[in-house]
Nanobody, 115 residues
């Protein structure tokens, strides 16, 4: 079965950095695009970044230039490097894969940006 397990969240001061990881299993990781989403309290879940099977990336406007998504197919893992963090980045971050029109999600990891 498909499993996505996020890690790396925590409390960080504004301007700080965090690196999120998502370990995937149960599917052929290298052939699927992967995404990071986030959901802040009282808001809808939104796309943060996406990486294709070939490594092409796209980012939501609020994170362009600050966040970097990458993947390591040998480890079935996708990463989200987050720099210059802002309080508005506070949210639960989720890893996502879509397989045969079915979305799969991890349990999420909390990121809190506060002084």
């Amino acid at each position: 079965q498909v499993q996505l397990v996020e890690s790396g969240g925590g409390l960080v001061q504004p301007g700080g950095s965090l690196r999120l990881s998502c370990a995937a299993s149960g599917f052929i990781f290298r052939i699927y695009a992967m995404g990071w989403y986030r959901q802040a309290p009282g808001k809808e879940r939104e796309l943060v970044a996406r990486i294709s099977s070939r490594g092409s990336t796209n980012y939501a406007d609020p994170v362009k230039g600050r966040f970097t998504i990458s993947r390591e197919n040998a480890k079935n893992t996708v990463y989200l490097q987050m720099n210059s963090l802002k309080p508005d980045d506070t949210a639960v971050y989720y890893c996502n894969v879509a397989i045969a029109l079915q979305d799969y999600w991890g349990q999420g990891t909390q990121v809190t940006v506060s002084s």
